[in-house]
C-alpha cells in the first residue's frame, strides 16, 4: 500500500537524514526506502490538543515530510496538563502556530504547516489538501463526522482517537475496507467539560501515530476493522470488532464484517 506517491521517484535521503533516522531504518520493512516515502508524505492532523502533541510530535521526528496541523483554538492554563506541544509562555497563542514552534525544534527537515482555521465541510478540502491521511485529534464529534465524510469522500484513511479520564480508544477507518466513523458512533453526544488524565491522550496518540506510520510505510497490520479500547485504571486492552452498517448515511450500503 503506498499512500505518498509514486514509487521510486523520491530524492535520496542526506547524510543527516540517513544518521537520523539510523535506528528506525533498522527496522525490517521500513528500511530507507520507507524513510524516503515517509518524507514524501503529507497528512494532516486535526487538532493540535491533548492528541494531536504526541501524535505531531512523534510524525515530525519520524521524519513525516509535510505535518498540516489544524487547531483554531489558543493555549490555556489547564490545557498544560497533557498538550505537551505547549507550555506557560505559549498561553494564548494560536495552538496550530505554537505546534509549528515546538515542531520546528524537533525536527527541522520537516514542513509544517500551521492552519489556524475551522474545520467544516466547506473548509475541509482545503485545510486537508492532498493529504494522504488525516489523523482524528479532535474533541467533539461533529467535527470528527465532518472529517470522516471527507475521508470517505476521497478514500483515504481516518486514524481516530478518542480519550477520557483514564481511558480511550482508537481505530483506523478506511473505507472500504473498514466501517467508517458513522457506521458505529451517532452525529452527535451532548458533552460538556470532561475529565482527562494527561498520560491518556499520550497512550492513544502515541498508538495513533504508530497506525499513520505503519499505512504510510505499508508495514504490519492496520487496526483494520477493530475498536482498541484502554482502561488505563485496570491496565487492560480490548480489541472490539466493528462492521459496516448498511443504513450508514455516509458509507452505507455495503454491510460486511471481516
Ligand atoms: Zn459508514
Redesign the pocket.
Known sequence: MNFAGRKDDYMPLTPEEIERYNRQIMIEGWDIAGQERLRAATVFIAGAGGLGSPVSMYLASAGIGTLRICDCGETEISNLNRQILHDDARIGMNKALSARQTLARINPNVNVIALPEIITDESIAGLASDAAMIVDCLDNLETRHVLNRYA?SRGIALVHGAIQGLSGQISVFH?PHT??L??ILPPKIPHGLFPVAGVAPGVIGLLQATEAIKLLLGLGSPLYGSLLMWDGARADFQKIPIC??PE?P???GDAACK
Do not use: H, L
Request: aromatic residues 0%; charged residues 10%.
Open positions: 470517505v473505507t466501517p467508517c458513522a457506521c459496516r452498517s450508514c455516509v458509507c452505507g
